[in-house]
């Protein structure tokens, strides 16, 4: 486990509840395998299909989260159609894993952030992310 992350309830597709540390997030990009899953690699160029949920660090309400609504995500990862940090972690893990990823602003929305959702120039952003399918 990395210094510093949250600790993240590991099993996949149940709800994520996510309890930070009191330090500050680490720093850079960091992304952690809470469950390995087995099916087949997510690859650069994939349309992946994933749950997740996602807040600022230290926070407890979701941004937004695919959980709460009960609909999967799909899109291309590694081709820009998403964050940096999801693009740059997802790559090389299988289907049926669970991820927490910690996304620094240089990754995320940069230093002018995403304001209509709650998200700061300096928020670290806090992913757990359920790979469903790749195609």
């Known amino acids: 486990m990395t210094a510093n992350m949250p600790q993240v309830n590991a099993e996949f597709g149940a709800a994520p509840v996510i309890t930070f540390p ?6 850079g990009l960091k992304a952690e395998e809470l469950v390995a899953g087995t099916g087949p690699m997510v690859r650069r160029g994939d ?3 994933v749950n997740y949920h996602g807040v600022v660090w230290g ?3 979701p941004f ?3 959980f709460d609504r009960h609909q999967p ?6 081709i820009g159609q998403v964050i940096q940090g999801w693009d740059r972690t997802l790559p090389g893990h299988n289907v ?20 209509q959702a709650g998200i700061g120039g ?10 469903i399918s790749t195609r």
């Open 59 to 61: 926070g407890d309400t």
């Open 73 to 78: 995500a799909s899109f291309g990862i590694g």
């Open 96 to 115: 049926g894993s669970r991820l927490l990823v910690s996304i620094p602003p240089e990754y995320g929305y940069g230093h002018q952030g995403m304001p």
């Open 22 to 27: 009191s330090e500050q997030a680490p720093a």
């Open 64 to 66: 937004d989260s695919s």
């Open 47 to 49: 349309t992946v299909t």
């Open 122 to 131: 300096d928020d670290t952003l806090v992913f757990v992310v359920d790979i």
